[in-house]
């Protein structure tokens, strides 16, 4: 239904190695999740313009907030996921699947950049993770 | 077990030194990816390839100023490096408890860079300590956390199933932090293909009679069951954190 949406109707899957099996990590996102298209775009302001001109130059690139939440040890969750960075240079990528409401898709490949794993104090241990856009965002 | 954990379940240990004794507020671990822009005439989109370099950052946050043995001022007050040749540190840390078979990490070699004490007005005095990590982590499993043993033992009765063999070899870390009376102290790895048949597979040098880590790695196949035998001489005490990576 067209409209408005909360947290609760968004969801996240990721792959759990590249290009392996998407898993489905809602429930260990803590701080949401953010999803970025750009375009580039080159400055085309001349000579007697009086207002400045930007073009698209047919680039685009994107952005995923960095994930953030619940450490677990349990099997297909988030340690097994993120522990092992993608570090080949032939790797395939890893899948990232969003979805906000109204079966609006966010379908984007990346690549994982970083893991860490953080304690403390009377809290319980989470993750952190920096996934890096490789190719277009594609929305369906 | 698998599940969620919190500060209460973390280890901490450099050079056989139990840092948790100084009660730090934080423990965090990044492992890195470095990337390339990859992109090209012709692309419609940024597009990034990793380019096979790693790195690691360790970082500790705030832990209490404690001149007793084995404690942080002793465990960091003359370990930074002067030399191109100083010797790095053996680190091993878990954020999982210490039943054997859950996740931890080895650190392949670490320095520290600084160590920075603070006498605060009102106040506890504090010790922080700067880790720069040279080498890879090694995402690992317990295999062993015993304390204060007296006798030798071993844990083949209840020991870790990878659920098959490994052909790429092993790394395991042994930390020794409580090391008192005995006048020998050897650690063993062990593997079995059927949980009952065991042999050695990565065996420690003596660690002598005061604590200590070591890291070592073993190449070509490992099988699927892993245990630890502690073997002493004398009479005395021994504490041990041990994990191993099939690499």
């Known amino acids: ?140 | 077990m698998a599940g969620k954990y919190s500060g209460q379940n973390v280890k901490l240990y450099v050079d056989g030194y139990d840092l948790l004794g100084s009660n730090p507020k934080g423990l965090n671990v990044k492992l890195s990816s470095a990337m390339e822009d990859t992109t090209g005439l012709g692309s419609s989109a940024i597009e990034q390839s990793p380019v096979g370099l790693t790195s690691v950052e360790l970082t500790q946050e705030g832990a209490i100023f404690d001149t007793g043995t084995a404690e942080i001022h002793a465990a960091m007050v003359s370990s930074l490096p002067t030399t191109p040749q100083a010797t790095a540190r053996v680190v091993s840390l878990g954020f999982a408890g210490t039943t054997r078979g859950v996740p931890a990490y080895g650190v392949e070699s670490t320095f520290n860079t600084e160590y920075e004490v603070i006498a605060e007005q009102g106040g506890l005095t504090k010790a922080n300590v700067t880790y720069n990590v040279s080498g890879a982590l090694n995402d690992s499993v317990v295999v062993e956390y015993a304390t204060a043993k007296t006798a030798d033992w071993n844990t083949e009765s209840s020991s870790v199933d990878n659920s098959a063999s490994s052909a790429g070899g092993a790394v395991a870390y042994q930390q020794t932090f409580l090391l008192t009376g005995f006048s020998a102290f050897v650690g063993t790895v062990r593997d079995s293909p059927n949980d009952s048949a065991w042999s050695d597979l990565i065996v420690f040098d003596d660690e002598g009679t005061t604590i200590g880590a070591q890291r070592k790695t073993v190449a070509g196949s490992c099988d699927r069951y892993l245990s630890y035998a502690g073997n002493v001489t004398g009479t005395g005490t021994v504490s041990v954190f041990v994990t191993v990576e099939r690499t």
């Not at chain 1, 996102?29 to 999803?35: E, P, T």
């Not at chain 1, 001349?46 to 690139?61: C, F, W």
């Not at chain 1, 450490?71 to 906000?100: C, K, L």
């Not at chain 1, 950049?113 to 993750?127: C, G, H, P, Q, R």
């Open chain 1, 1 to 140: 239904m067209a409209g408005k949406y909360g947290s609760s109707s968004a969801s996240v899957t990721y792959e759990d190695g590249p290009g392996g099996t998407a898993r489905n990590i809602s429930q260990f996102l803590l701080n949401g999740i953010s999803v970025k298209k750009l375009s580039s775009m080159t400055s085309t302001t001349a000579l007697g313009d009086s207002a400045t001109e930007e073009t698209p130059i047919g680039m685009t690139s994107g952005e995923v907030a960095t994930l953030e939440g619940i450490w677990s040890t349990t099997s297909n969750e988030t340690h097994a996921i993120f522990n092992a960075v993608d570090d080949g240079p032939q790797d395939d990528t890893r899948e990232m699947v969003v979805v906000f409401g109204d079966s609006k898709t966010a379908t984007i490949q990346t690549r994982l950049a970083s893991y860490e794993v953080l304690a403390s104090v009377d809290d319980i241990t989470k993750f952190r993770a920096e996934v890096v856009v490789t190719g277009a965002v594609v929305w369906s």
